[in-house]
C-alpha cells in the first residue's frame, strides 16, 4: 500500500490519501484528542504529541499539526500511523461505526434557524456547496458545513485543513460568498459560523 501525501493552502495542514474509501458517506473532524476516543485512527494521529486536528474526508485525511511542530518528523509518524491502520483493515470507529457527519453533535448550537418560507433558497444554496463548493475545499482537503440561512446571510463553517487556513476568509468572502450571490439573490452576505 502506499500512501501520498499533498500539501493544502493551509501550511499547517498536510492532505493523506491512501488510495481508498476513508468515510463511506460524510466527513469527520476531530478537533481534541477527546474528541478523537470514538475513533482508533484519529486517536492514534493525536497520540503523536504533535497534532491540533484530525479530519476524515471520502477519500483522504486531513492532519494539523500544532505550531511549531516540524513536519519533516511527524509526516512519517502520521504515514505510519495510516498504513498499519489500512492495511489492518481496522474499523475507523469504535464498534465499527463508520457514519460520517458533516455537523458534530457538539457543534449544534452554532446553528442558524432556517425559516420555512426560505426552503426554496435554501435548497439552492445546499445545492451550490454540494456540487461546486465542496469538491474545491475537499481539494485543500477539507469540507464546508451549512449552518443556516437569515436574512439574507449564509453562515457556513470551514473544516479540516481549510478550517485554520490564513486564506479561509477570502475563500468565504470572495470565493462563496461571490458564487452564491451570482446564483442566488437573495443571498447578500457569507458569515464564518
Same mark, same amino acid.
Given at each position: 500500500?502506499?500512501?501520498?501525501?499533498?500539501?493544502?493552502?493551509?501550511?499547517?495542514?498536510?492532505?493523506?490519501?491512501?488510495? !481508498?474509501?476513508?468515510?463511506?458517506?460524510?466527513?469527520?473532524? @476531530?478537533?481534541?484528542?477527546?474528541?478523537?476516543?470514538?475513533?482508533?485512527?484519529?486517536?492514534?494521529?493525536?497520540?503523536?504529541?504533535?497534532?491540533?486536528?484530525? @479530519?476524515?474526508?471520502?477519500? @483522504?485525511?486531513?492532519?494539523?499539526?500544532?505550531?511549531?511542530?516540524?513536519?519533516?518528523?511527524?509526516?512519517? !509518524?502520521? #504515514?505510519?500511523?495510516?498504513?498499519?491502520?489500512?492495511?489492518?483493515?481496522?474499523?475507523?470507529?469504535?464498534?465499527?461505526?463508520?457514519?460520517?457527519?458533516?455537523?458534530?453533535?457538539?457543534?449544534?448550537?452554532?446553528?442558524?434557524?432556517?425559516?420555512?418560507?426560505?426552503?426554496?433558497? #435554501?435548497?439552492?444554496?445546499?445545492?451550490? =456547496?454540494?456540487?461546486?463548493?465542496?469538491?474545491?475545499?475537499?481539494?485543500?482537503?477539507?469540507?464546508?458545513?451549512?449552518?443556516?440561512?437569515?436574512?439574507?446571510?449564509?453562515? =457556513?463553517?470551514?473544516?479540516?485543513?481549510?478550517?485554520?487556513?490564513?486564506?479561509?476568509?477570502?475563500?468565504?468572502?470572495?470565493?462563496?460568498?461571490?458564487?452564491?450571490?451570482?446564483?442566488?439573490?437573495?443571498?447578500?452576505?457569507?458569515?464564518?459560523?
Amino acid at each position: 500500500m502506499f500512501i501520498e501525501t499533498e500539501t493544502t493552502p493551509n501550511p499547517a495542514s498536510l492532505k493523506f490519501l491512501p488510495g !481508498q474509501q476513508v468515510m463511506p458517506s460524510g466527513t469527520r473532524e @476531530f478537533a481534541s484528542p477527546e474528541a478523537a476516543e470514538i475513533s482508533p485512527l484519529a486517536q492514534a494521529i493525536f497520540d503523536t504529541g504533535e497534532v491540533v486536528l484530525v @479530519f476524515f474526508g471520502g477519500d @483522504f485525511i486531513s492532519v494539523t499539526a500544532a505550531p511549531g511542530a516540524d513536519w519533516s518528523a511527524l509526516k512519517p !509518524q502520521v #504515514v505510519s500511523i495510516l498504513l498499519d491502520h489500512f492495511v489492518s483493515e481496522a474499523p475507523l470507529f469504535v464498534g465499527g461505526d463508520a457514519s460520517g457527519i458533516s455537523v458534530p453533535a457538539d457543534d449544534a448550537d452554532m446553528v442558524v434557524e432556517d425559516d420555512p418560507e426560505d426552503a426554496e433558497i #435554501v435548497a439552492q444554496i445546499n445545492e451550490l =456547496l454540494e456540487t461546486r463548493v465542496r469538491p474545491a475545499v475537499a481539494g485543500d482537503g477539507g469540507d464546508i458545513a451549512y449552518r443556516g440561512f437569515k436574512d439574507g446571510v449564509v453562515y =457556513l463553517t470551514l473544516q479540516g485543513a481549510c478550517s485554520g487556513c490564513p486564506s479561509s476568509t477570502a475563500t468565504l468572502k470572495h470565493g462563496i460568498e461571490g458564487l452564491l450571490k451570482h446564483y442566488v439573490p437573495e443571498v447578500v452576505e457569507v458569515r464564518a459560523a
